[in-house]
């Protein structure tokens, strides 16, 4: 009888040891559980033909933006799924595409292939983040139609609820989104996936109290090595923020997100938590930015244009000029070679943020104002690419142009009343109430 995963699809092993480490592996992935590579390299000491256990460990490697081992693991991947199913070569090679920074003709191989093979849940998971950073102007609907599309494959898996969770939140469907999440979370209480979308329900709903408290209460029971650790205590963070305790979300920067075991997620978290520091003018420790452009150096890649974002962050707040000229020409070359929002949305978010830092608030508005609508094409979440809005927020304070304040946070209220909004609201009020009584 031929050996399956979870799903039902079967695995070229004849070692029924080397198919339960992969599951092992596969459900830790998932789940952004810690151990995912040691279940997929106990999978490959049973069985080192195991091609899904050499992708899984490229997956995680991309997940850490660690290239390098990523492309190592994809070609062992590609060497050992000859005389494999075709689906399990058919998944190498979309895997390899998309790992390879080819993301449309990766997607466009992944389409074909769901098509006959939809519960392939792993290269879902990967397709599935991919479209969210391929630059798309509808990306969040997008990728919400991506997988309803494969909804009736998946019934009441735990995985598969939490995944489309995290689509509908983006596009403001958050009863159905915290529902699925809860749901998943009882069948797979471990599932950080599942816990990330509440963190950002809590955050779009400004249940503020109510986020932290739940984020406090969980994280206790998540492994720190976990990969997405350092992102959910991120969410920590930002709720402590909206509360306004900065010096709480600053002991959560030093202890949490500093360390991680995830060098890529701890450059992105702790850039975007210090970036809004700054920008409410409040001093944190030069030591901690040059730590950020230590980790920025060792896991930037011009291919991954939201991370690139970020580690301008760090690089501007350092006075980097090298590093953000490096940087610039990197996404000169990708929008040369087709790439679609590197030329014409992330240079100017990453020169409105050089100018920013450089005190040119004129000069980061004369960037950022083109692309005020078009920021979320980098990727990432509300939560994380809204920091643009808030850098523009900052230099019309710093110009005292209030009116102008005034009308970005009425647009931004819409969405949530949350606190430092309201907070900006009184402030431009204030201010415009100050200028008209002066003319």
């Not at 690089?315 to 929008?335: E, F, H, I, P, T």
């Not at 409105?352 to 078009?374: C, K, N, Q, S, Y």
């Not at 209030?402 to 909004?421: C, K």
């Amino acid at each position: 009888m031929p050996i399956t995963d979870r799903y039902g699809l079967r695995l070229t092993t004849s070692s029924a040891v080397a198919a339960e480490r992969f599951q092992e592996g596969m459900d830790k992935l998932l789940s952004y559980g810690p151990g995912a590579d040691e279940s997929f390299a106990a999978a490959l000491g049973a069985d080192e033909r195991l091609a899904l256990a050499h992708g899984g460990l490229a997956l995680l490697a991309v997940g850490r933006g660690d290239a390098a081992t990523a492309r190592d693991a994809v070609g062992r991947a590609r060497e050992a799924v000859a005389g494999a199913t075709r689906r399990e070569r058919q998944h190498v090679d979309a895997l390899s595409a998309l790992v390879g920074g080819e993301t449309a003709r990766g997607l466009a191989m992944v389409d074909e292939h769901l098509a006959e093979f939809p519960r392939d849940a792993l290269l879902v998971n990967q397709a599935s983040s991919a479209i969210g950073f391929a630059g798309r102007s509808d990306r969040e609907e997008y990728r919400a139609l991506f997988l309803e599309r494969l909804a009736p494959s998946y019934g009441d898996d735990w995985w598969f609820q939490s995944a489309l969770a995290f689509t509908y939140h983006e596009v403001n469907r958050f009863e159905e989104s915290r529902r699925m999440s809860e749901r998943s979370l009882q069948q797979y209480p471990g599932n950080a996936n599942a816990s990330h979308n509440l963190a950002h329900i809590f955050l779009e709903t400004v249940d503020t109290d109510a986020g932290a408290a739940f984020l406090e209460d969980w994280l206790t029971g998540y492994d720190a090595r976990a990969p997405f650790h350092c992102h959910l205590a991120w969410h920590l963070a930002m709720f402590e923020l909206h509360r306004g305790h900065h010096a709480r979300a600053l002991e959560i920067f030093e202890r949490e997100i500093l360390g991680a075991v995830n060098p890529r997620l701890a450059m992105i978290d702790g850039s975007a938590l210090l970036w809004r520091f700054r920008i409410d003018d409040r001093p944190v420790e030069p030591r901690a930015w040059r730590s950020l452009v230590d980790l920025a150096e060792r896991v930037s890649r011009p291919g991954f244009v939201f991370g690139e974002i970020h580690a301008a962050l760090a690089y501007a707040a350092c006075g980097n000029g090298s590093a953000l000229a490096k940087l610039c020409d990197g996404l000169r070359a990708l929008d040369g070679r087709g790439q679609p929002i590197a030329g014409s949305v992330a240079l100017p978010l990453v020169q409105g943020i050089a100018a920013f830092a450089a005190g040119d608030h004129a000069g980061a508005l004369g960037h950022l104002e083109p692309v005020d609508g078009e920021a979320h094409r980098i990727g990432g979440s509300h939560a994380q690419w809204e920091i643009f809005e808030e850098t523009m927020l900052a230099s019309y304070f710093a110009l005292e142009r209030y009116d102008d304040a005034l009308r970005l946070v009425r647009r931004r209220l819409q969405r949530r009343a949350s606190p430092p909004d309201l907070r900006r609201l009184d402030r431009a009020s204030a201010g415009l109430a100050a200028q008209r009584e002066t003319r």
